[in-house]
Nanobody, 123 residues
């Protein structure tokens, strides 16, 4: 069983930055892709970013150039650096562990999910 624990959410002003962390345990972290998804009130969960085991990154168009996903295999942790935040980035952000060494933008490519962390962008 894989456990994912997110942290780093909070309230930030438009234009500000936040960094989310997701600590993983339960399997060989470095062998699997990791991803971030988000769900805003009244909306479907959507893909944000993914990082493959070899380091390849994939981003949703809405966050490309503003967000950066990274991983530290020694710490079994994946990060999401969020810059130039906008009010529309407000959502619960979920960390997800992929089924294999690469995973993309579909939820069914991920087997395990964290509990989520709230990000609110507002004045």
């Amino acid at each position: 069983q894989v456990e994912l624990v997110e942290s780093g959410g909070g309230l930030e002003q438009p234009g500000g930055s936040l960094r989310l962390s997701c600590a993983a345990s339960g399997r060989t972290f470095s062998s699997y892709a990791m991803g971030w998804f988000r769900q805003a009130p009244g909306k479907e969960r959507e893909f944000v970013a993914a990082i493959w085991s070899a380091g390849t990154t994939v981003y949703a168009d809405s966050v490309k150039g503003r967000f950066a996903i990274s991983r530290d295999n020694a710490k079994n942790t994946v990060y999401l650096q969020m810059n130039s935040l906008k009010p529309e980035d407000t959502a619960i952000y979920y960390c997800a562990a992929g089924n294999t060494y690469y995973s993309g933008s579909y939820s069914n490519q991920y087997s395990y999910w964290g509990q989520g962390t709230q990000v609110t962008v507002s004045t």
